[in-house]
C-alpha cells in the first residue's frame, strides 16, 4: 500500500483547504485511515481518523467542527477539507494506515505513511 497527499499551500486565516490522500494498493484488510499533522518543532499530532468498515469519523478536539474527513471509494482517495484555518493549524499532514484494531489516535500503530503535505496559514 502506497500513500500520496496532496493539496496543501498557502491559506489565510479563516480559510479552506482541501487535502487529499490517493491510496494504491490492497486495503481491504486495513482497519483505519488517519490524518496526522506535524508542526515545526513539535511531535506527531493526530487530527482525525475514519475505521474502514465501520465507517466511524473521529477528530481531536482542537479540529472538531472545523475539519471533515471522508473518502471516495470509486477513486480510493481519502480527504481532509479544513475550514476555519487558524495559524496553529500550520504544519505538515500526513496520511496514514493501520491494520489492526485499536485506538485510532495511536499513531504509532500505523505501519503506511504518505510523505506529506504542508499547509500554511498566515496573512
Known amino acids: 500500500v502506497q500513500l500520496v497527499e496532496s493539496g496543501g499551500g498557502l491559506a489565510q486565516p479563516g480559510g479552506s483547504v482541501k487535502l487529499s490522500c490517493a491510496v494504491s494498493g490492497d486495503i481491504a484488510h486495513y482497519y483505519a485511515v488517519t490524518w496526522a499533522r506535524q508542526a515545526p518543532g513539535k511531535g506527531l499530532e493526530w487530527v482525525s481518523s475514519?475505521?474502514?468498515?465501520?465507517?466511524?469519523?473521529l477528530y481531536a478536539d482542537s479540529v472538531k467542527g472545523r475539519f471533515t474527513i471522508s473518502r471516495d471509494h470509486a477513486n480510493n482517495t481519502l480527504y481532509l477539507q479544513m475550514s476555519s484555518l487558524r495559524p496553529d493549524d500550520t504544519a505538515r499532514y500526513f496520511c496514514?494506515?493501520?491494520?489492526?484494531?485499536?485506538?485510532?489516535?495511536?499513531?504509532?500503530?500505523?505501519?503506511?505513511w504518505g510523505q506529506g503535505t504542508q499547509v500554511t496559514v498566515s496573512s
Open positions: 496514514g494506515m493501520r491494520a489492526h484494531f485499536g485506538d485510532v489516535f495511536e499513531l504509532r500503530e500505523y505501519s503506511v
Open positions: 475514519l475505521t474502514l468498515h465501520g465507517n466511524n469519523f
